[in-house]
């Protein structure tokens, strides 16, 4: 069974950073492209970011670019969003894929002073 | 970026009766669509995949259709676990974009 369990949501001021986590597990993580998703509260989805089976290929929103990286180690079959310079509007539920099929629960990230 | 518009916004329907959701895109994204249910409090769960292939363990009473710029999801007899938010998704250009939700709710 495909698992997914995000961490490292919480409060944080403007202008700070937070790293989440994403252990994966019931797949071979190595052999798929995995992806970052957020949602505002009481709103729709956003697509933050993705990246290949290797790590060699990094997308993400433009809203995003510069601020957040996406990483993963295959070896702990673990997937990171590191997200810089966070701003209010950055606050929502952030969850990890496996591309479209398959999404954790979520961890929320709050920027709030 | 591929804007992607769903319609209606709510759709009232009674237990039993047909569901019909539609999901327009700027421009073409081909096949490469995807529609998603969400419960409150729950992370969007999978329900087609390629406009219409039903994903792993979903009822047969939801199909998907379309290409090129306009899909169809169509619920056929709604039941009471069905009532939820329907999100499309194109993955067919990055930013992979979604729709702004379709919420089926009790009439």
């Known amino acids: 069974e495909v698992q997914l369990v995000e961490s490292g949501g919480g409060l944080v001021q403007p202008g700070g950073s937070l790293r989440l986590s994403c252990a994966a597990s019931g797949f071979t993580f190595s052999n798929y492209w995995m992806s970052w998703v957020r949602q505002a509260p009481g709103k729709g989805l956003e697509w933050v970011a993705n990246i290949n089976q290797g790590g060699s290929e990094e997308y993400y929103v433009d809203s995003v670019k510069g601020r957040f990286t996406i990483s993963r180690d295959n070896a702990k079959n673990s997937l990171y969003l590191q997200m810089n310079s966070l701003r209010a509007e950055d606050t929502a539920v952030y969850y990890c894929?496996?591309?479209?099929?398959?999404w954790g629960q979520g961890t929320l990230v709050t920027v709030s002073s | 970026e591929i804007g992607m518009t769903q319609s209606p916004a709510t759709l009232s329907v009674s237990p039993g009766e047909r569901a019909t959701l539609s999901c327009r895109a700027s421009q073409s994204v081909s096949s490469s669509l995807v529609w998603y249910q969400q419960k409150p409090g729950q992370a969007p769960r999978l329900l087609i995949s390629g406009a219409s292939t039903r994903a792993s363990g979903v009822p047969a009473r939801f199909s998907g259709s379309g290409s090129g710029t306009e899909f169809t999801l169509t619920i056929s007899s709604l039941q009471s676990e069905d009532f939820a938010v329907y999100y499309c998704?194109?993955?067919?250009?990055?930013?992979?974009?979604f729709g702004q939700g379709t919420k089926v709710e009790i009439k």
């Open positions: 998704q194109q993955y067919n250009n990055w930013p992979w974009t």
């Open positions: 894929a496996k591309t479209t099929a398959y």
